[in-house]
């Protein structure tokens, strides 16, 4: 019943934006944490965000703060990254995954998701 399925990937150009979309289904989010990883093509998977959608408080990666947002709209039980300024170092699956909340923050371990989304691909080419 648990499900995560992402949305929102595709092909732009360089400089471009997009609004990736996590929806949930089965459970609500409002107890979860949520994280957006990436894998790029031949890299291992990269932490990029998480939110806990209770309080609505946020972490980044050091390499993705300034042109990556996380963002929760409890109403539609989604979470969303918006990524803006692409770049081809941006190519890649990426992966939200959601587990409890047992603290009062969340971080970017894939240790700590159990459920994970099958990913959205965003390829960032000329």
């Known amino acids: 019943q648990l499900q995560l399925v992402e949305s929102g990937g595709g092909l732009v150009q360089p400089g471009g934006s997009l609004r990736l979309s996590c929806a949930a289904s089965?459970?609500?989010?409002?107890?979860?944490?949520i994280g957006w990883f990436r894998q790029a093509p031949g890299k291992g998977r990269e932490g990029v965000s998480c939110i806990m959608v209770s309080e609505g408080s946020t972490y980044y990666a050091d390499s993705m703060k300034g042109r990556f947002t996380i963002s929760r709209d409890n109403a539609k039980n989604t979470v969303y990254l918006q990524i803006h300024s692409l770049k081809p170092e941006d190519t890649a699956v990426y992966y939200c995954?959601?587990?409890?909340?047992?603290?009062?923050?969340?971080?970017?371990?894939?240790?700590?998701?159990?459920?994970w989304g099958q990913g959205t691909q965003v390829t960032v080419s000329s």
């Open positions: 089965g459970f609500t989010l409002h107890d979860f944490i």
């Open positions: 995954a959601a587990d409890y909340g047992l603290g009062n923050s969340c971080g970017i371990r894939t240790s700590e998701y159990r459920y």
